[in-house]
């Protein structure tokens, strides 16, 4: 036991399942404990009556840096995974009736741009073209690799680096650069809902997210984003892992300046060399640590956005629906003032509806559907006085109206069961602070980089993180990345 190298993981997230993978490879003896019965946690399914739904992560962003991930863990993506390609990446529709399919076919993107502003494509295409260089740049330099200490990041070069990467401009005030049409503006910016943004807010440097998308394409894992952990989870027991599910940690043992190990429900401790927290980090550090002056600073920092999802089985198929739309409020900036100002959500809110049955038959029975609809929403903040049942019922009665609009006049009718996640569940199911999904902390410029809280301890230095909350971020290519560079500094800092 002495010399033997053993690591604990606490959460089988997709953080935590591949940070398992790069240490049983190394040689440790890795045993991951999850407090839920199934892996994934955000990417994780449900399956009821046949129906089929990715619980959380539905969209298979910047598929480069999954394919880098995969293959610095010798897995090929094209023979890991059958994907559906996806001409049509989504359909953003807005109050107006106006759409637009974004999509990587330039002709047809084309068309449908110069139909909403003259000269709007050369302009997008300008936006796409920097925007792509800003995110090979940030990948490069500021999201793909480890800092150790902070004058490692605060050199001149990086200072440099974080203008170039347009740090101080804010999103929608760049892109007002390229169009005058609202609806063009809107159209590139709402993806920083993605990370739990405001794109009123949100640096300049979050337009990588659309010109991603619009560069590399996007395609569907058959079988859903759960195919993802479900595949990693089959790598990691082939290298080893032992997975325990149903099982959480309780507290984290320190002695002195180390972790010696893991308190479980049942009083039991079980010890390693080194302990990996994939859980949310602020939730640890409050929950499971002794050290609450730490806590108390992380709380205070900025938190990313939550959101209310509906899982819908449907008796019937919609053929209106794309594999991923969009749909944009008329009140759309009111609606993101509701979610980042006051936490809450506005009656008419924007939304984002997933149906997979379009390019994966085997997500529902044959001739019905499964759709989520996700309602980016606020974080729920201490003491929460707001009636989340009332808003949740307002705005499933907004979506409905908005979806006959669209022609799904009859859906109500079709829904056979629906399940509901609100801000309270996600923190119920998952420990994640504040319900906030897409963090839980949110990636302001001072959030990110060095100044995100770091992948180790700074006292327990045997005591590591992995996940949305650490370096670099959230999102699940940006969680891959995570536990590349979590793992390669344990390997690196634990080799004496
Ligand atoms: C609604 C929604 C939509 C999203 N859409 C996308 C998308 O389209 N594309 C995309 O790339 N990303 C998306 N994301 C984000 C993506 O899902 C996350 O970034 C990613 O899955 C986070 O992985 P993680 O390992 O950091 O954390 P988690 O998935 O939160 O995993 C942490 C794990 O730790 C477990 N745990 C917590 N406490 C304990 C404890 N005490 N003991 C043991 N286990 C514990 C949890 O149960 C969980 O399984 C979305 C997220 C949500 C919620």
Same mark, same amino acid.
């Given at each position: 036991m002495a010399g033997e190298k053993t690591a604990i993981i606490?959460?089988?997230g997709i953080g935590g399942i591949?940070?398992?993978?790069?240490?049983?490879?190394?040689g440790y003896k890795v045993t991951v404990y999850e407090r839920n019965a199934s892996p994934g946690g955000r990417c994780g399914q449900i399956i009821r009556e046949g129906h089929r739904f990715d619980l959380g992560a539905t969209i298979y962003l910047m598929p480069m840096v999954y394919k880098k991930a995969f293959e610095s863990l010798n897995i090929t993506p094209e023979k890991a995974f059958k994907t559906a390609?996806?001409?049509?990446?989504?359909?953003?529709?807005?109050?107006?009736?106006?759409?637009?399919?974004?999509?990587? &076919?330039?002709?047809?993107?084309?068309?449908?741009l110069e139909l909403i502003e003259k000269g709007s494509f050369k302009q997008s295409e300008k936006l796409i073209e920097k925007g792509y260089r800003l995110f090979q740049l940030a990948v490069d330099h500021l999201l793909g690799k480890n800092f150790y200490h902070l004058f490692q990041f605060a050199t001149p070069k990086n200072? %440099? !680096? %974080?203008?170039?990467?347009k740090t101080y401009l804010r999103h929608t005030t760049y892109v007002r650069r390229f169009f005058k049409d609202p609806h063009l503006r809107k159209a590139f910016t709402f993806q920083n809902i993605y990370v739990g943004q405001n794109p009123y807010q949100a640096p300049a440097l979050f337009s990588m997210l659309p010109a991603a998308e619009l560069t590399e394409g996007s395609s569907f894992p058959l079988g859903g984003m759960y195919s993802i952990t479900s595949k990693l989870v089959a790598i990691a027991q082939e290298s080893g892992v032992n997975f325990v599910y149903n099982e959480p940690a309780v507290?984290?043992?320190?002695?002195?300046?180390?972790?010696?190990?893991?308190? !479980?429900? &049942?009083?039991s401790t079980v010890r390693a060399k080194v302990i990996v927290a994939n859980a949310d980090l602020p939730y640890v550090y409050r929950e499971l640590l002794p050290d609450k002056n730490r806590s108390a600073k992380i709380n205070k920092l900025k938190y990313s956005c939550s959101a209310i999802v509906l899982h819908w089985g449907l008796s019937k198929t919609y053929?209106? !629906?794309?594999h991923h739309s969009v749909f944009l409020s008329k009140s759309y900036e009111e609606n993101l003032k509701m979610i980042f100002k006051h936490h809450s959500l506005s009656a008419d809110p924007s939304f984002y509806v997933h149906a997979p049955v379009r390019s994966d038959l085997s997500a529902a029975p044959d001739g019905q559907d499964s759709i989520s609809i996700i309602i980016p929403a606020g974080h729920f903040v201490d003491n929460d006085k707001q009636d989340w049942n009332t808003l949740k019922n307002e705005a499933r009665a907004a979506v409905i109206e908005r979806l006959k609009k669209q022609g799904l006049t009859d859906i109500e009718e079709h829904i056979k069961f629906e399940i509901c996640y609100l801000p309270q569940t996600w923190k119920n199911l998952l420990n994640l602070t504040r319900g906030a999904t897409f963090g839980s902390l949110g990636h302001n410029i001072f959030q990110m980089g060095y100044f995100r809280p770091h992948n180790r301890h700074k006292k327990y230095r045997n005591l590591y993180f992995?996940?949305? +909350?650490?370096?670099?971020? &959230?999102?699940?290519?940006?969680? %891959? %990345? +995570?536990?590349k560079l979590t793992s390669e500094r344990i390997i690196k800092e634990q080799k004496q």
């Open positions: 606490i959460g089988a591949t940070t398992s993978i790069y240490l049983a490879r190394e390609p996806l001409p049509t990446l989504y359909k953003i529709h807005f109050d107006d009736g106006k759409e637009i399919a974004f999509t990587a &076919n330039k002709a047809d993107l084309k068309k449908q200072a %440099l !680096l %974080l203008i170039k990467l507290k984290i043992l320190t002695e002195n300046n180390k972790a010696i190990g893991v308190v !479980l429900p &049942n009083g053929p209106q !629906l794309s992995t996940g949305g +909350s650490t370096h670099p971020g &959230n999102g699940i290519p940006l969680v %891959l %990345l +995570s536990a």
